[in-house]
């Protein structure tokens, strides 16, 4: 079974700053996919990034970006230019296609960000 | 566009009453997941059906049941709540075509006294 570890249960981080995520996973599979998801105040989940195990290339999306290192197992999260609205619960997931069929997805059990003006 | 549904937002339970969570999607996906998120153990899932009229369960299923008469539609049931099914809900839904991303609706939050 696949793990996913977030060991920073809360962080803090000034507006503009630059802050990183941790997330470590435990898996003996090959081809997957990584993703880290934003949780606001609001509770909806949003897809802020994802990564697939097959690129080498770290996925970047505006001030989001990624350090993968697979052999290491180790998925984490830059957010450069912090921005009060950055404020939420951030999930790191792991997923791979099961044989049934359907995506399989382990969440880790996430960060608190608070981002302070 | 509404993308995922979820009816109702919040309430609250007895224990011993019933309940069913609604779920809607309107992109027409296959798969539909049910999924419970409670303090410090992130997402977990119950249910999930890869179609219409099918259902399977997930990684915490006791005390759920499912139903997905229609492709549009996944209902959760609740048939005597206990205090330990306070949680906030998820409903997701996702295209086997589309294999990165699960789509999800605004959360129930259900409480059990």
């Known amino acids: 079974a696949q793990t996913v570890t977030q060991s920073q249960p809360e962080m803090s981080v000034q507006e503009a700053e630059t802050v990183t995520l941790s997330c470590t996973y435990d898996t003996s599979e090959n081809n997957y996919y990584l993703f880290w998801y934003k949780q606001p105040p609001s509770r909806q989940m949003i897809l802020v990034i994802r990564?697939?195990?097959?690129?080498?290339q770290n996925a970047t999306e505006n001030r989001f970006s990624v350090n993968f290192q697979k052999a290491a197992k180790s998925f984490s999260l830059k957010i450069s230019d912090s921005q009060l609205g950055d404020t939420a619960m951030y999930f790191c997931a792991f997923m791979k296609r099961h044989s049934g069929g359907y995506q399989k997805v382990t969440f880790g059990t996430g960060t608190k960000l608070q981002v302070i003006p | 566009n509404a993308g995922v549904t979820q009816t109702p937002k919040f309430r609250v339970l007895k224990t011993g009453q019933s309940m069913t969570l609604l779920c809607a999607q309107d992109m027409n996906h296959e798969y539909m997941y049910w999924y419970r998120q409670d303090p410090g153990m992130g997402l977990r899932l119950i249910h999930y059906s890869v179609g219409e009229g099918t259902t399977a369960k997930g990684e915490v299923p006791d005390g759920y049941n499912v139903s997905r008469l229609k492709k549009q539609n996944f209902l959760l049931g609740l048939e005597s709540a206990a205090p330990s099914q306070t949680s906030v809900y998820f409903c997701?839904?996702?295209?086997?075509?589309?294999?990165?991303?699960?789509?999800f609706g605004p959360g129930t939050r259900l409480t059990v006294t």
């Open positions: 990564q697939e195990a097959y690129k080498q």
């Open positions: 997701a839904s996702s295209d086997p075509g589309q294999i990165y991303e699960q789509y």
